[in-house]
C-alpha cells in the first residue's frame, strides 16, 4: 500500500462546510477522511452523500455498541452511504459485531471493512480496573477483545500503536490494524498522552493512522500531510 493510502485525516470540525473545506483541501494527499461522532451528531448521517458524490473515501467513527438487532440496523445505514471503514466497540461481543459484519456484507458496491475498537486509548488501568470492573493489564484484554472480534467476523482493530504488535501477532498479517494517537516528531502532542510517530506505528504493525490536528491545524495543511506521507513511504 502506497504511503498515501495509509493516512486517514480525522475531520474534528463542527460543520459539513468546514470539512467539506478541508476534504476539498487535502484531497489526493491522503488516503481516506474520518468521520467522527462530533461531525456526525451535528450534521446527520446525511453528510455522508457529500463524501460518496465527491467519490471521497470514508472512516465512519461511529463506534456503535447496543443490542445485535439495533446495531446490525444502523451498520446497515451506515453501509447504504457507501463508507470504507465502519466501527463498533469489540465489548458489545461476538453477536453484535457479527451483525454489523452481516451489514457489510450485505453492501451494494465494495465491502466496508468492520473495525472492532478493544480498550479506548483513553482508558486508563486504574480505570479499567476500578470502575469498569474489568480485572487484569489492558494488554490482556485489548488481545482477548482482538480475538473475539476476529472470530466474530470483524476485518480489524482500532487500537493504540502500541498494542499494534501484539495484536499483529495473535490475529495475523491479513487482520486490519488502524492506529490513532500518532504525532510526528515536529508537531506537538496536544492532549494525547501516548504518542508514537508514523513511522513507529507501521513498524509496530499498524496498516493505516489516524491523523488529526497535525494537519488539521496546520498552518500549511498540504505541506503537513505530504510531509507525514514522506514518513509513511520511508517506512515501507
Ligand atoms: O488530533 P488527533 O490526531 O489527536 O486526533 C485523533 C483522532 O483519533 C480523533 O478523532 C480521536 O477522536 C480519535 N481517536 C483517538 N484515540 C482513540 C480512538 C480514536 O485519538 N483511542
Redesign the pocket.
Known amino acids: 500500500m502506497a504511503g498515501k493510502e495509509k493516512l486517514i485525516v480525522?475531520l474534528?470540525v463542527p460543520t459539513l462546510t468546514e470539512a467539506q473545506h478541508l476534504a476539498d483541501e487535502l484531497r489526493g494527499e491522503v488516503g481516506m477522511f474520518?468521520v467522527?461522532l462530533e461531525l456526525y451528531s451535528r450534521e446527520g448521517l446525511g453528510l455522508l452523500s457529500w463524501f460518496s458524490k465527491e467519490s471521497l473515501p470514508v472512516f465512519f467513527?461511529g463506534k456503535f455498541h447496543d443490542i445485535p438487532n439495533t446495531v446490525g440496523a444502523a451498520s446497515a445505514a451506515v453501509v447504504s452511504h457507501g463508507v470504507k471503514m465502519f466501527n463498533v466497540h469489540a465489548a458489545g461481543g461476538a453477536k453484535m459485531i457479527g451483525a454489523a459484519a452481516e451489514a457489510a456484507g450485505n453492501a451494494n458496491g465494495a465491502k466496508p471493512i468492520l473495525l472492532a475498537?478493544t480498550i479506548?486509548?483513553?482508558m486508563s488501568q486504574q480505570v479499567m480496573n476500578e470502575e469498569i470492573g474489568i480485572a487484569g493489564q489492558v494488554d490482556a484484554q485489548v488481545k482477548k477483545l482482538a480475538l473475539l472480534a476476529q472470530v466474530a467476523g470483524a476485518d480489524g482493530v482500532?487500537a493504540?500503536a502500541e498494542e499494534a504488535a501484539l495484536i499483529r501477532q495473535c490475529c495475523g498479517k491479513d487482520f486490519v490494524i488502524v492506529t490513532?494517537?500518532?504525532?510526528p516528531s515536529w508537531a506537538g502532542h496536544?492532549?494525547?498522552k501516548r504518542v508514537m510517530t508514523p513511522k513507529e506505528a507501521i513498524a509496530n504493525g499498524a496498516d493505516y493512522i489516524?491523523?488529526?490536528?497535525?494537519i488539521?491545524k496546520a498552518s500549511d495543511r498540504k505541506d503537513a500531510a505530504r510531509r507525514i506521507v514522506e514518513e509513511l513511504e520511508s517506512s515501507s
Not at 490513532?180 to 504525532?183: C, E, V
Not at 489516524?210 to 497535525?214: E, Q
Open positions: 480525522a474534528d474520518k467522527g467513527d475498537v479506548l486509548t483513553s482500532v493504540s490513532p494517537g500518532i504525532r496536544d492532549d494525547q489516524v491523523v488529526g490536528r497535525p488539521v
